[in-house]
């Protein structure tokens, strides 16, 4: 049984993205890539379900900030595909630089309902 957030790792890498989970893309960033990460759950109001938040971070080279965009788009199409299922949450951050791994981030938030155990 796989989890929504296996769901949305494995739809991006077959969609042709470089995926990665959480802390292990650590190196210079040479190539476009996305990092995706479970973000929580929040209850929803008045009936019996959780919301699960998941990010989709979005980094280009330090050199190709023009990309940037493009690639988001890129991904915002290739999610669009696992709807009903994953929704956009509606928050998209603005573009941070992330000296670390020299590279430009955008993060895309999406939610999940589920039925709460």
């Not at 989970?21 to 479970?38: A, D, F, Q, T």
Request: net charge neutral.
């Amino acid at each position: 049984m796989s989890t929504r957030w296996q769901d949305i790792f494995l739809h991006l890498q077959e969609n042709g993205f470089d995926v990665y989970p959480p802390g292990v893309k650590v190196n210079e960033c040479l190539s476009p890539y996305v990092v995706v990460m479970h973000d929580g759950s929040v209850p929803y109001t008045g009936i019996s379900t959780n919301i699960d938040l998941y990010s989709v971070l979005v980094y280009v080279p330090q050199k190709q900030y023009s990309e940037l965009e493009v690639q988001v788009q890129s991904v915002k199409v290739a999610m669009k595909k696992l709807e009903p299922m994953i929704l956009p949450y509606g928050s998209q951050t603005p573009s941070f630089y992330d000296d670390s791994v020299k590279a430009h981030m955008i993060s895309i938030e999406y939610k999940n309902y589920k039925k709460r155990l």
